[in-house]
């Protein structure tokens, strides 16, 4: 099977009630761990990979691999890059096979983000790939996308409902209380206005920062209208833990695949575990 615009994968969840796990890889381990979970979970899945990741493994590494495992299996499955900020980038990123883009003008003032969006949303018609945006701003680090918590906003519903009529968007990330990167605390969702903007923006929502959000309230979020989850520190997280402690056991090992199996098969149990979650399985 072929990689699949992302809009197709969240029109499907939102009818039906479900989220489609969003999961970062930089790496052939990670991008195996996701496929595996994926398939052993019969679920739809987005790859995905920042700009930081494209920087790291290179841009015909990055789609290579996703094309690959899309060709190998018949799950259905986008390649997203997340938080674009780089317009040429994105356009490399479209002719290097991504299925789907989310441009992160969440900085800009809204009239601009709104601006760049069409410009990108018009692109995409012609070019079958799928465009997430952002309004509001999500704290944390993620990448190269570092919000401090004073720069930090909530998306306004109001904005929201003006932003994805004047953009045509696929998908709206939101802020509504989540953070990239490690919490120092438990996060606190702010589910009355991720109702009200739902209720404002008929199109798919996204959760950025999901990683150690509790269960319920991604099940909530979900219930609410989130379509789409992106989790990234807490692959990172488990798969650094793992070679740390096999490293800790095994101090003399020197082959990688002795160091990164394990670290990759743990990543993979996680990750099922998330889709299991957002309630995906057996829905490919
Ligand atoms: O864009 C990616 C994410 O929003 C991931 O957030 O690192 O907190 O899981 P996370
Ligand atoms: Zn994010």
Same mark, same amino acid.
């Not at 018949?74 to 317009?87: E, F, K, W």
């Not at 740390?244 to 990759?264: L, S, V």
């Given at each position: ?28 381990? *990670?991008?195996?761990? *996701?496929?595996?979970? /994926? ?6 899945? *987005? ?5 930081? /990741? ?32 780089? &317009? ?7 002719? /290097? ?29 012609? /070019?079958?790939?799928?465009? @997430?945006?952002? &309004? ?21 519903? @109001? ?24 919490? %120092? ?50 692959? %990172? ?10 490293? @800790? ?19 993979? @149990?996680?990750?099922?575990?998330? *889709? ?5 399985? %057996?829905?490919?």
């Amino acid at each position: 099977m072929s990689l699949v615009p992302m809009g197709y994968l969240l029109q499907a969840a939102e009818k039906d009630g479900y989220a489609v796990g969003a999961f970062n890889y930089s790496n052939m381990e *990670i991008l195996q761990a *996701i496929v595996r979970a /994926a398939q052993a979970e019969n679920s739809p899945v *987005i790859l995905q990979a920042s700009e930081g /990741a494209i920087k790291y493994a290179g841009l015909a590494y990055i789609a290579a691999l996703a094309k690959l495992a899309a060709q190998h299996t018949s799950i259905p499955m986008a390649l997203h890059l997340d938080h674009g900020t780089d &317009l040429e980038l994105i356009e490399q990123c479209v002719q /290097a096979g991504f299925t789907s883009i989310m441009f992160d003008g969440s900085h800009l003032p809204l009239q601009e983000n709104a601006a760049v969006t069409r410009r990108l949303v018009d692109f995409s018609q012609r /070019a079958g790939f799928s465009v @997430e945006a952002e &309004l509001g701003r999500i704290s944390g680090t993620e990448d190269k996308i570092s919000v401090s918590e004073k720069e930090a906003f909530f998306t306004d519903p @109001e904005e929201a409902g003006f932003f994805v009529r004047e953009t045509g968007v696929d998908a709206l990330a939101v802020a509504v209380g989540t953070a990239h990167g490690l919490y %120092r605390g438990v996060p606190e969702l702010d589910f009355p206005r991720l109702e009200k903007i739902k209720s404002v923006v008929k199109i798919p929502l996204v959760l950025h920062g999901s990683s150690g959000v509790p269960d319920d309230d991604i099940r909530e979020a979900v219930r609410l209208g989130v379509c789409k989850v992106n989790i990234d520190t807490n692959i %990172r997280e488990v798969f650094t833990v793992t070679v740390r402690k096999f490293m @800790e056991a095994n101090p003399g090992e020197i082959d990688p695949r002795k160091i990164m199996g394990p670290a990759r098969d743990a990543a993979a @149990e996680m990750i099922r575990e998330k *889709i299991r979650l957002f309630g995906s399985s %057996r829905k490919a």
